[in-house]
């Protein structure tokens, strides 16, 4: 509904030259938001988010940007596939590091274990499909010149049939939720099509293979954040500890050498 007006005003000339290809590139980028989206929450029931996240925001750009090499024709070079893995090893290493990896083989308690692998598990499968709306989005974009603000807007319309069933089998609670947090709801509907609609006009206008990684500065302030907005109050101080120094180390030089490359 908030982005109705700025979509008419986007497709008034746009839509017309739409074709069958045009219709079925935006139907597919929006079921595999919709898969990825019921993915991500399917770890998260699975395991923890501080698992199931980072491993999932660290694999997807690391494979966009091979698939856009591959199938797009890009061309990284010694300096930005050295970014590339900058920036994915100080994702990684902020959240976590080499931690998950003794979590998984050597905790104590066996539910534990089973938690760790769980969220490794689901968080590759969620940045698998990262990768697959990166990639499709980029080409639709970057090859049939969709415009990313209709791309994005369909896609999401799309996903409104599939997730409806849910709220109507508990209208009460549906109805609670929107009248506690309404305002949430707005604001998330106005940032995140925001958020997205940049990346893809960031992609018309620089490699796919260099844009997908750099997105993940948003890691540095999420760990930021975290300690305001959910009250782990250690975190500033912890971003200056060794693992987390060399994570952002590894991220900020990641980006720089992309910029460059």
């Known amino acids: 509904m908030l982005w109705a007006p700025v979509c ?20 597919a980028s929006g079921a595999i938001h919709l898969v ?18 980072p491993v999932a925001r660290g694999t997807g ?39 998950l990896w003794r979590q998984a083989r050597h905790a104590q308690d066996a539910g534990q ?3 760790v692998r769980a969220g490794l598990v689901w968080g590759a499968m969620t940045g698998a499909l990262i990768c697959g709306y990166t990639v499709l ?8 010149l969709v415009s990313p603000i ?22 009460a609670g549906y109805l609670a939720a929107w009248r506690a947090q309404w305002r949430y709801a ?10 997205y609609v940049l990346v893809l ?8 293979s260099h844009v997908a990684p750099a997105r993940e500065v948003s890691m540095l302030f999420a760990a930021l954040l975290g300690g305001r907005l959910l009250g782990e109050g250690d975190r500033g101080l912890r971003l200056a500890g060794r693992r987390d120094a060399a994570g952002v180390i590894a991220l900020a030089s990641g980006v720089i050498a992309l910029a460059s490359g």
């Open 113 to 115: 274990r089973a938690r």
């Open 8 to 27: 008419v005003v986007a497709g008034w000339h746009e839509l017309p030259r739409w074709g069958w290809l045009e219709w079925a590139v935006a139907a």
């Open 137 to 144: 989005d980029g080409w639709a974009v970057k090859v049939l």
């Open 186 to 195: 707005m604001l998330s509907a106005t940032l995140g099509p925001i958020a």
């Open 201 to 208: 006009y960031a992609v018309k206008l620089a490699p796919l």
């Open 150 to 171: 209709l791309l994005d807007y369909f896609g999401n319309a799309l996903r409104v049939p599939f997730m409806l069933p849910a709220a109507l089998r508990d209208r």
């Open 61 to 99: 750009p690391l494979l966009s940007s091979i698939m856009a090499v591959l199938l797009l024709g890009e061309s990284l070079g010694l300096q930005g596939g050295a970014g590339v893995v900058g920036i994915t090893a100080g994702v990684f290493l902020i959240a976590g590091g080499p931690g």
């Open 36 to 53: 990825y989206f019921r993915t991500l929450l399917r770890g998260y029931r699975e395991s923890d988010l501080t698992i199931v996240y």
